[in-house]
C-alpha cells in the first residue's frame, strides 16, 4: 500500500493535466474487496475495480475546491473529494481510460438523485397483477388466456416476431411460478382480427405440457393476414372463453387473467361487410368505418357493456400494445382504458374500476416485450426493479444491481437488459466471485457455476438475458449477489441498465382457522390465528425465518369499503389471536386480504459487521373470501344468488335460501342495481316475490330454513352474462324497527334459444352432402355435452327398511337429520363423467346414437338400482338419472338379501333449500317401496328365465318406474322435475311432452324409434 501511495504521488502533475483546474491533495489507497482495488469517489458513489499487477497503478485524492471545471464550470462546495485511477505512464489510453470512467461516474451520481427524487415523489399504485396473485395464493388454481393479434400490420410493425417469443418467455415463467408456488394454471391460446379463434383449448401449463404450448405460440410467427383490429369481438369472445371454466368451488369467480396483445387501434378494413354489434351499417366506405368503430367503442365502454362484462366476472386484463411500424403510443389509449379502467384521451370506459381491472404497457421492441410480460410473470410476487448505469472496461460498483439472498429464499430469475450491445453481464456472488454471461447466440441456453451455485442463462435478444439462481443447499447461496453490465472496450460509457429480479421465497400469509371461522357484522371476535405457510401450504415456524416478516390485515366489505384490522404484526407475535373489530363492516359478501413484507437477512461479514441490509421483498398477499353475517338474531343470507344459465327471454325464478331467527322481505319498490348486461337485452330487472313489505315479511323461526322467491325478467333473448345485486331486508323477530338492508349479489348466463327451423334447414343440407360426416359431428357434440354440471352437489347414502308402503330409518318414519347431506361432492369444480358419491358410482352414459340425451347411470357392485327419473333404470339394472342429478334420488337393493332392506342416495344441490329437500324425501318415501319390490321380482325372473330369452326383457316394468316406457322428446327435454332450479314461467313456453303412461304415450313394444335416447 505505502507503495503505490507513494507511486502516486509522484504523479500529481500528471493527473492535473488530465483534470485542468483540479486540485491534487492528499494520497489514499483502499482495499475495497479481497484483492487491491482502486476507484474514483464522488459524493458517496464509488467505481472500484481490480489490477493483477498492483505495482502498475497509482491512487490519488483529488480535492475540488472552488476552480473551475473542465467545460469552464464552477464548483462551489468545497472539500468534495474524488477518487481516480492513474497508470504508470499516463499514455493516450490511459486517458481515454479515466475519461471514460469519469463519464460513467458522473452519470451514475446525476443517474441515482434522479432515482431518488422521483421515487420519493412516487405514490404507490393499485396493482392488478397483485390481486391476480393474491386470488391465486388463496386458491391455488387460475385459468390465463393469452390472446394475440392476428392483423397484417403485424408483417411491418412485428417483422421477426418479438410478440412470439415475448410470448414463450411468459410461459416459461408462469411454469416456474406455477412449480414454486404451488399454484396450478390452465392455459388457452387464442387469436384476433376480425374474428376471434381458439387456437390451443385449456391445457395444465407445467414442465411437461410447456414445449406444446411454446410450439403452439410458434405458429403465430405466420398469422399475419388479418383484416380487422376488432376488439370488440376479440373481448367478447375472450369473454366466452373464460365462462366455460365456470365458477369456484365455493360458487365464486375463478381466479382468471387475460394476456392481450395488440399492434394497433381498433379499426377495421373497408369491404362489403357488417358486423353483428352493428346492424345496418356497412363497411363499404370511410364513415361506414367510422361508425363500426364508434358502435364498437360504445358496446364495448357502455355502463355493463363488454369491459365491464370482464371485470365483473372477475377477469384481470393484462393489455400489451406494441406502437411500432405505423402505430404510435396515442392509439393505445383506448386499449388503455380498456385494460385499466383509466380515463384518458379514449374517455371513460366501464363503470367498475375498482378493484383495479388490470394493467397496461406500451412497448416498442422486443426488449419492452420481455419487460412488458415479465411485469406480470409471478402474479402477486412483483419483480424488484432496479436500473443503473454500466461499468467501463472491468466490474464497478455503481452500476450494480444488488440484492440479498438468506437461506430461506429457494430461487432468483433475474431479466437484466443494457440499452447498447456488446456489453457483459456479470454476476457477482457474497464470496466476490465473479462470472461472465457472455452471449453465444440468441435462445441459446447455458449452464454456468459460480462458487457452488448453478446459473442458468438464456439470451432473450441481443440486449437483454435472463438467468435462474437456485438454492439446492449451496453453501455460497446467502449475501450480497450483484449484476452488473461491463462495457469491456469502454466505448458506452453513458449506457443505461435496467433488471427485474424475482425472489421467490414462497412464503405466504394465512389464517390458519379461516375454514371455521364464523364472524358477525357489529361485534369484535378474537377467534382469528394468523401463521405464515410454505408453497406446500404447510406450516412455517415464524421464528425460524432469519430476516424480519411482518403480517397485515384488511377486508373489503359488500359496500366496496375496505377496513385496515391490523398493520405490521410482527413475527414474533403472530401466535396471538387476533381480534377483528366488525363495527363498521358491512354484512354481506366480503374479502379479507392477508399481506406479508418480509426482508431478507442482512449480508454480513465473518466478523459480524452489516456488509448490506437486507432486501425488501415484494408484498405477498393472499385474499379470503368471507362472508360477514348480520348481527345475532337477524337472518342469515347467501353471499351469492346463481340463476345458472337461462334460455330466451321471459321471467324465471330461483330461492334465495335463508336461516332463522327472524323475518326477511324485499320492498315492491326496491329497484335492482344491474352492474353488466348483453347487448340487446333490453329492460332487465330482478324482484321479490311473496313477502314485499315489512308487515308482510317471512318469518322464519330459530334454527329454520325457508325460501323467498326472485325473479329475473329479461325482455329479449341474447347470449352473455347479467351481473347485479338486489336489496333484502332483515330483522331480527319481532323488531321491525332494527331492520337493516343487505345486498345480495346474483348471476345469469343469458342464451339464445335453438331456432328449430334454422336447424333443420342446416341438418338437411349436410345430410344430402353427406351421410357420414353429419352423424359423426353431431356424435362429437353429444359426446363433448354429456357431462355432470359444474354444480355443488352433496349426497348421501342412508340405509331403510320398507314395511309395507312405509320407508323406515332406524325403526321410525324416515325423516332427514340435521347431520345428513353436509359434505359436498368432490370432484365437481368442473364438468364430469364419472364420479362417487357415498360409496355409488355415478358415471354419464353416451350411448351409440348420435341423437337424444345422455343419462347418468348409478350403481354399486350386487346391487339392483332405480331411480326418481323416467325411466328408473336402463338395461344392466342400473339406475338411470339425467345428466344433471341435483335433487335426485336413487334406491338401492340387494336382490340376494333381506326383502325389506335397502338403501337411498339423496343428491341434492348445494345450495337447495329445506323445502325442496322436504319434497325430495316426500317423494322418495311414496315410490320407493313399489321400486323395491320391482327391483327383487325382477332380479327372481330373470334368474328364472329360460335360456335363450332376453334378461332385459324383465326389467321392461321399470323403465319408466310405472311399467310402460315414456315417450321421449327427440330435443332431449326430460320428464323428470328439476326440484330447486330456476324455471322459466313464460306463460308462452311450449308445453311439455305427456308423461309416461299418460295417453298418447309410447309402450315398451312399439318399433325402433331413432329419436329414442340410449338404453343400457
Same mark, same amino acid.
Given at each position: ?173 408462469? %411454469? #416456474?411460478?406455477?412449480?414454486?408456488? $404451488? !399454484?396450478? /394454471?390452465?392455459?388457452?391460446? +387464442?387469436?384476433?382480427? =376480425? ?116 371485470? %365483473? #366476472?372477475?377477469?384481470?386484463?393484462? $393489455? !400489451?400494445? /406494441?406502437?411500432?411500424?405505423? +402505430?404510435?403510443?396515442? =392509439? ?685
Amino acid at each position: 500500500m505505502a507503495g503505490l501511495r507513494r507511486a502516486c504521488c509522484s504523479r500529481r502533475n500528471r493527473v492535473r493535466g488530465i483534470f485542468p483546474g483540479w486540485r491534487v491533495g492528499a494520497v489514499r489507497v483502499r482495499r475495497l474487496g479481497p484483492r487491491r482495488t482502486v476507484g474514483l469517489r464522488a459524493t458517496g458513489h464509488v467505481l472500484g475495480f481490480r489490477h493483477a499487477e498492483a505495482c502498475d497503478v497509482s491512487v490519488c485524492r483529488i480535492q475540488v475546491g472552488g476552480e473551475r471545471l473542465p467545460g469552464g464550470r464552477r464548483r462551489g462546495n468545497r472539500g468534495r473529494r474524488s477518487w481516480c485511477m492513474v497508470d504508470r505512464g499516463l499514455g493516450r489510453t490511459t486517458v481515454k481510460r479515466t475519461l471514460a470512467l469519469a463519464a460513467t461516474t458522473l452519470t451514475a451520481l446525476v443517474s441515482s438523485l434522479l432515482v431518488v427524487t422521483s421515487t420519493a415523489a412516487a405514490q404507490p399504485v393499485p396493482s392488478a397483477v397483485g390481486d391476480f396473485g393474491a386470488c391465486l395464493a388463496a386458491e391455488r388454481e387460475g385459468d390465463v388466456l393469452l390472446m394475440i393479434d392476428e392483423s397484417g400490420s403485424l408483417q411491418s410493425s412485428d417483422p421477426d416476431a418479438a410478440r412470439v417469443s415475448a410470448a414463450n418467455y411468459l410461459l416459461d415463467q408462469l %411454469s #416456474s411460478f406455477g412449480d414454486s408456488a $404451488g !399454484v396450478r /394454471l390452465e392455459v388457452s391460446l +387464442a387469436g384476433f382480427s =376480425d374474428g376471434f379463434v381458439v387456437h390451443s383449448g385449456w391445457k395444465g401449463l407445467d414442465r411437461a405440457s410447456l414445449p406444446g404450448l411454446q410450439r403452439s405460440v410458434d405458429e403465430f410467427r405466420s398469422r399475419t393476414n388479418g383484416i380487422d383490429t376488432d376488439y370488440r369481438i376479440a373481448l367478447d369472445g375472450a369473454r366466452d372463453a373464460l365462462a366455460e371454466r365456470g365458477r369456484a368451488a365455493d360458487g365464486g369467480n375463478r381466479c382468471q387473467a387475460l394476456a392481450w396483445f395488440s399492434d394497433g387501434k381498433l379499426d377495421f378494413t373497408e369491404r362489403d361487410a357488417e358486423k353483428p354489434y352493428a346492424p345496418g351499417i356497412s363497411l363499404h366506405n370511410e364513415d361506414g368505418v367510422r361508425r363500426v368503430v364508434e358502435s364498437a367503442q360504445g358496446s364495448i365502454c357502455r355502463p355493463g357493456g363488454v369491459a365491464d362484462q370482464l371485470r %365483473s #366476472s372477475g377477469i384481470v386484463t393484462f $393489455g !400489451v400494445g /406494441l406502437a411500432a411500424g405505423t +402505430a404510435e403510443a396515442a =392509439d393505445f389509449d383506448l386499449m388503455r382504458a380498456i385494460a385499466t379502467g383509466d380515463s384518458g384521451a379514449a374517455g371513460p370506459c366501464g363503470t367498475i374500476t375498482s378493484p383495479r381491472p388490470g394493467d397496461f404497457y406500451v412497448t416498442e421492441n422486443i426488449d419492452d416485450l420481455l419487460f412488458a410480460f415479465d411485469a406480470f410473470s409471478t402474479p402477486g410476487q412483483a419483480p424488484l426493479e432496479r436500473e443503473a448505469g454500466v461499468c467501463a472496461f472491468v466490474m464497478c460498483e455503481d452500476a450494480q444491481h444488488r440484492f440479498v439472498l438468506d437461506d430461506s429464499i429457494n430461487s432468483v430469475t433475474v431479466l437484466g437488459f443494457a440499452d447498447a450491445e456488446g456489453l457483459v453481464p456479470t454476476l457477482v456472488s457474497p464470496r466476490g466471485e465473479e462470472v461472465a454471461l457472455p452471449r453465444k447466440g440468441v435462445g441459446a441456453p447455458t449452464t454456468v457455476r459460480v462458487g457452488d451455485v448453478q446459473v442458468e442463462y438464456e439470451w432473450l435478444s441481443p440486449r437483454s438475458v435472463s438467468f435462474t439462481m437456485r438454492h439446492d443447499n449451496a453453501a455460497g447461496w446467502q449475501g450480497m449477489w450483484a449484476l452488473a453490465f461491463v462495457d469491456p472496450a469502454g466505448k458506452v460509457p453513458t449506457a443505461r441498465s435496467k433488471s427485474n429480479i424475482h425472489i421467490s421465497g414462497n412464503l405466504f400469509p394465512a389464517s390458519m382457522g379461516q375454514e371455521t371461522m364464523a364472524i358477525h357484522s357489529g361485534e369484535k371476535t378474537s377467534a382469528v390465528r394468523l401463521g405464515i405457510v410454505d408453497a406446500d401450504r404447510r406450516e412455517v415456524d415464524p421464528s425460524k425465518l432469519l430476516g424480519s416478516a411482518q403480517l397485515s390485515v384488511s377486508l373489503t366489505d359488500s359496500a366496496h369499503i375496505t377496513h385496515e384490522l391490523a398493520t405490521k404484526i410482527p413475527k414474533d407475535r403472530l401466535s396471538e389471536p387476533l381480534e377483528l373489530d366488525l363495527n363498521e363492516v358491512a354484512p354481506g359478501a366480503g374479502r379479507m386480504r392477508l399481506t406479508l413484507d418480509v426482508t431478507t437477512a442482512d449480508a454480513k461479514s465473518p466478523s459480524g459487521a452489516i456488509i448490506a441490509p437486507g432486501t425488501v421483498l415484494a408484498p405477498q398477499s393472499v385474499d379470503v373470501p368471507l362472508t360477514v353475517a348480520p348481527p345475532i338474531g337477524y337472518p342469515t343470507l347467501p353471499s351469492r344468488l346463481d340463476f345458472g344459465t337461462l334460455e330466451g327471454s321471459g321471467t324465471f325464478t330461483t330461492d334465495l335460501g335463508v336461516g332463522g331467527p327472524g323475518c326477511i322481505w324485499i320492498e315492491r319498490s326496491a329497484h335492482a342495481r344491474i352492474d353488466t348486461v348483453p347487448d340487446g337485452a333490453g329492460q332487465v330487472g330482478a324482484t321479490g316475490q311473496g313477502a314485499s313489505s315489512a308487515d308482510g315479511c317471512l318469518q322464519i323461526g330459530e334454527d329454520a330454513q325457508a325460501a323467498l322467491p326472485v325473479e329475473l325478467q329479461i325482455e329479449n333473448a341474447v347470449n352473455g352474462p347479467v351481473n347485479g345485486s338486489i336489496r333484502v331486508m332483515v330483522a331480527p323477530t319481532g323488531e321491525l324497527d332494527r331492520a337493516m338492508p343487505i345486498d345480495v349479489q346474483f348471476s345469469a348466463d343469458l342464451q339464445k334459444p335453438l331456432d328449430s327451423n334454422r336447424f333443420w334447414l342446416v341438418f338437411l343440407a349436410v345430410l344430402v352432402a353427406s351421410i357420414v360426416l353429419p352423424l359423426v359431428l353431431l356424435y362429437a357434440v353429444k359426446r363433448w355435452t354429456c357431462r355432470i354440471p359444474a354444480e355443488s352437489l352433496k349426497g348421501q347414502q342412508i340405509p331403510i327398511a320398507v314395511v309395507g308402503d312405509k320407508v323406515l330409518r332406524d325403526d321410525e318414519p324416515f325423516a332427514l337429520r340435521d347431520t345428513d347431506l353436509i359434505d359436498l361432492v368432490r370432484g365437481l369444480n368442473k364438468p364430469a363423467r364419472r364420479l362417487t358419491v357415498d360409496g355409488v358410482d355415478l358415471d354419464v352414459q353416451v350411448g351409440l346414437s348420435p341423437f337424444g340425451a345422455g343419462y347418468v347411470a348409478a350403481h354399486t357392485a350386487g346391487k339392483r338400482a332405480a331411480s326418481n327419473a323416467t325411466p328408473a333404470t336402463d338395461r344392466k339394472g342400473n339406475a338411470r338419472l339425467p345428466l344433471a342429478v341435483h335433487n335426485s334420488w336413487v334406491v338401492l337393493h340387494d336382490p340376494t338379501g333381506p326383502a325389506d332392506r335397502a338403501s337411498v342416495l339423496l343428491l341434492v344441490g348445494g345450495n337447495s333449500s329445506s323445502e325442496s329437500r322436504a319434497r325430495l324425501v316426500e317423494d322418495m318415501t311414496r315410490r320407493v317401496p313399489a321400486l323395491v319390490r320391482s327391483l327383487r321380482d325382477s332380479a327372481t325372473a330373470e334368474s328364472d328365465a329360460p335360456t335363450g330369452v332376453d334378461p332385459a326383457a324383465s326389467t321392461s316394468a321399470l323403465q319408466s318406474g310405472f311399467g310402460t316406457t315414456a315417450a321421449y322428446d327427440p330435443f332431449g327435454a326430460s320428464a323428470a322435475s328439476d326440484v330447486g332450479k330456476a324455471s322459466r314461467s313464460d306463460p308462452g313456453a311450449t308445453p311439455e311432452f305427456p308423461p309416461a303412461g299418460s295417453p298418447g304415450s309410447t309402450s315398451g313394444a312399439d318399433p325402433f324409434d331413432p329419436f329414442r335416447p340410449p338404453s343400457r
